[in-house]
């Protein structure tokens, strides 16, 4: 076998089995996907291991995972011992290990796999975190270690790969501060190995090939924090990019000395998948700016336990604007002495650009949920034609929805409607 010469910033990475779960991220070029292919290759070379390759569609393997150990096996001038098969994609050892590829794009071929002790999700952040839980299901071995190796270009922060390895603010988990990694590099963090590389870090790419990526500052601030930088974020347009968060102090006092403050109140309502939430907001009319000081946000609850929450938080005597299509619910609430009337039926697309209109809209850091939703709300992309699908988001955002409802009959050039008491 030939000697190979790595990328020193992948050299621990590379000869490093004492965790179960190796987690990668980085920019475009970085080499993180030839080094855990290269990694699983050495492993199986030295010892008799069946390795699973995993990407959302099958087909995609060929021109990528698949590729590379068909690489790796040339440059180790390996070819007259490793056997490759390309139909069905399969790689086998003189030893017995072996490599096959298998995409969630067909969940019936995982099921017969037995014995499997590293798996490889290449672009993991593609696969739905349900699939991630059935492979790490798919991951046993009467006496082998175990080990499951993610790699992934940087994503929203709404995607399961951010949620589930750093934070999760629905679930309250915090894992690690991706801002650490960028810094360390490498972090180990009780069974996960965390790893971050850039371009800078592939010592084998031309100059040219980084000075594209530097091109991206000046046309695509999204992609080239994704590419370049190789940091998690937000993806897409942003629908609301006046958006501040302010400490919750700040944004009464700012309320308490308005000349003409307008209070509303609007409610979505969820169950099982999506939330009940609630929007306290009051419009500075003369700045036109939005301010949300207050929420409610919940789910899983029936509607007494609604009832209780509510009259808690203050809001019997306000007037709230609800969901239309709830009237149920609304009604409900209505019997309990709630003053809670259903909305105009104004379209998304419609309510969307009414609350751009505002010139600011500051959030109180009192409204975690608000912020987590709407911060890094971006308008979905159509994937065949690469435009944005009006009045669509990445997310469905209730909090938005609260908003919409509750300024309803509010326009920001034409005040009307009711002035709910705070």
């Not at 979505?268 to 500075?284: K, P, Q, T, Y």
């Amino acid at each position: 076998m030939k000697e190979k010469e790595v990328n020193p910033h992948f050299e621990d990475f590379l000869f490093d089995w004492s965790y179960k779960t190796y987690f990668l991220v980085g920019g475009y070029g970085s080499s993180k996907s030839y080094h855990a292919a290269l990694k699983i290759f050495l492993k199986l070379l030295s010892e008799k291991r069946t390795a699973l390759v995993v990407r959302e569609v099958y087909d995609t393997h060929r021109d990528s995972t698949f590729s590379l150990f068909s690489e790796i096996v040339e440059d180790l001038a390996l070819s007259g011992l490793v056997k490759i098969n390309s139909s069905p994609m399969q790689i086998k050892f003189p030893n017995g290990s072996k490599i096959i590829f298998r995409g969630m794009d067909k969940p019936e071929k995982l099921k017969s796999i037995n014995n499997i002790s590293i798996v490889w999700l290449e672009e993991c952040s593609e696969i739905k975190y349900a699939g991630y839980k059935e492979l790490l299901g798919r991951l046993r071995h009467p006496t082998l270690s175990l080990h499951m190796i993610l790699t992934t270009n940087p994503v929203s922060k709404e995607n399961w790969a951010y949620t589930h390895f750093f934070r999760d603010d629905i679930e309250e988990r915090f894992i690690l501060d991706d801002e650490e990694l960028y810094q360390k590099r490498t972090i180990v963090i009780d069974n996960t190995y965390y790893h971050h590389s850039l371009a800078d870090d592939n010592l084998f790419l031309p100059q040219s090939y980084i000075d594209q990526l530097d091109e991206m500052k000046s046309y695509d601030p999204d992609l080239y924090r994704i590419a370049r930088k190789g940091q998690f974020g937000v993806n897409g347009k942003l629908v609301l990019p006046q958006l501040e968060e302010w400490n919750h102090e700040m944004v009464m006092n700012d309320i308490n000395n308005m000349r003409k403050p307008l209070f509303k109140n609007g409610m979505d309502f969820g169950f099982v998948d999506s939330f009940n939430a609630v929007s306290r907001m009051c419009v500075d009319t003369e700045k036109e700016w939005l301010y949300v000081w207050d929420e409610y946000y919940t789910r899983g609850i029936d509607d007494p336990q609604i009832a209780k929450d509510l009259e808690k938080r203050g809001l019997k005597k306000v007037i709230i604007k609800g969901d239309n299509a709830e009237a149920k619910t609304i009604f409900y609430l209505q019997q309990k002495g709630f003053r809670i009337v259903p909305c105009y039926k104004l379209t998304r697309v419609e309510n969307t650009k009414k609350i751009k209109r505002f010139k600011k809209i500051i959030i109180s850091k009192n409204c975690p949920n608000h912020i987590r939703e709407l911060k890094s709300l971006t308008l979905k992309i159509d994937p065949k034609t690469g435009k944005v699908i009006p009045g669509e988001f990445n997310i469905d955002p209730h909090t938005f929805s609260a908003i919409w409802y509750g300024l309803d009959d509010y326009e920001v050039t034409n005040m009307k409607g009711y002035n709910a008491k705070r």
